[in-house]
């Protein structure tokens, strides 16, 4: 057979099978067209049903998605019993098990907030709801205002359990005033220290009262002295206390200069995305600013003092230092020792830092106060802690009247 008579012979036997070249695959018991014969003595499995099909392609639930639903649940029911209309989802937190609030109207037509938290976080909005009378108007403006507070087993709701294994919950239930979001710039100066954050660093750099402060933290501390000491050595060997005070004058007027540096805003093109998180970073900008600043001040003295002495990047690396260790504005633990940092003397945050020192002060344990946790009263303008739910009592109460 001639070449020419295989290849005709081929093309004859492709067209019987459609055209295709590749024998069709027979469709035989238990093969469902497949290709693939199930096990010996298997039957096909039938195809999906469009039905099946869809809830295939639904997303798993977590166990945190469930419990969202069971609150749903009864947050419905909770409205029901306190004669609560159009309740609707709002928040919640990020703890799987924490705390889920939603809006309402109540029966006078007044809006309101239903928080369902864990039962034990009942406790602490009781107890300051029992001395908020109490208090002086200062600090009072600062918790939220309560309307009622009780729990699922109160009001006969009973946990919406999803097996007879799962164990009943009781949760609290407020019902408080609606407040809303603080804004983004209040927010960034409680969370953030000024080394943290551009927003921050710029409000702090043209504060001149944050400014000053900060300045005069540095310049009291141990190293400046001994910088500044050891500087006048060189510069005038008989110095006494009033030239080391002079000095210090002189560099705090120069570093107050600051406020005229235009920060720039940091573009990602500039650091590495991690690093924009680094305090670092920005005190590394601003520290040739800083150190001509201190080398004009340390002029007036030795005229012919240079950029790399070592007073001048001694006392500038100090006051870097000083910025980069400052700590947020306000403190997630005041209760446990941790300290305000310098923005919490800023004109929005001087009444919340005030009261919370207050509450510290008289046997009020304040716990919890991450940025999240604030809120806006939008009728005055206050901040209010909206979560008391990690707040305790200790011994002595708080005097009705007491100043702040």
Do not use: C
């Not at 540096?261 to 800083?290: C, G, T, W």
């Amino acid at each position: 057979m001639t070449l020419r008579q295989v290849l005709r012979l081929l093309v004859r036997e492709a067209s019987g099978f459609e055209g295709t070249g590749v024998m069709p695959i027979k469709v035989q018991q238990g093969r469902e067209a497949t290709g693939v014969m199930p096990p010996a003595g298997g039957e096909a499995t039938a195809p999906f049903t469009a039905q099946q099909a869809a809830v295939a392609r639904q997303p798993v639930k977590t166990a945190r998605d469930r419990y969202r639903d069971q609150v749903d649940r009864v947050a419905r029911k909770v409205a029901k019993r306190l004669g609560l209309m159009e309740i609707r989802y709002v928040a919640r937190s990020k703890r799987d098990m924490g705390a889920i609030a939603y809006s309402a109207i109540g029966p006078n037509y007044m809006n309101v907030i239903v928080k369902l938290a864990p039962e034990h976080e009942l406790a602490g909005y009781s107890k300051i709801e029992e001395i908020k009378q109490t208090l002086p108007p200062e600090v009072a403006k600062h918790f939220p205002i309560l309307y009622r507070l009780t729990n699922l087993k109160k009001l006969g709701i009973e946990w919406p359990k999803e097996t007879p294994y799962e164990p009943d919950i009781n949760l609290g239930v407020i019902v408080m005033e609606p407040l809303e979001e603080i804004p983004q710039q209040i927010f960034d100066l409680i969370k953030f220290a000024p080394a943290a954050d551009d927003f921050v660093l710029e409000t702090f750099l043209k504060d001149p009262i944050l400014l000053n402060g900060l300045i005069e933290q540095s310049l009291v501390g141990q190293e400046v002295t001994q910088a500044v000491e050891k500087f006048l050595g060189t510069a005038k060997p008989d110095y006494d206390l009033a030239d080391i005070e002079q000095v210090k004058t002189a560099i705090k007027e120069k570093l107050m200069l600051l406020s005229n540096f235009m920060y720039p805003r940091f573009e990602p093109s500039m650091f590495q995305r991690a690093d924009l998180k680094k305090v670092s970073q920005r005190v590394k900008l601003l520290k040739p600013h800083i150190e001509r600043l201190v080398q004009s001040a340390l002029k007036r003295f030795d005229p012919g003092i240079e950029l790399i002495s070592d007073a001048v990047k001694e006392i500038a690396n100090d006051f870097g230092e000083t910025l980069s260790n400052q700590a947020r504005g306000i403190p997630k633990e005041p209760s446990m020792g941790q300290q305000f940092g310098v923005m919490s003397s800023s004109k929005l945050l001087t009444s919340l830092r005030n009261a919370i020192k207050y509450m510290t002060d008289h046997g009020i344990f304040v716990s919890d106060l991450h940025g999240n946790n604030f809120m806006l009263r939008p009728e005055t303008g206050d901040i209010v802690i909206a979560d008391l739910g990690h707040f305790e009592l200790e011994q002595n109460l708080p005097n009705a009247g007491s100043p702040i």
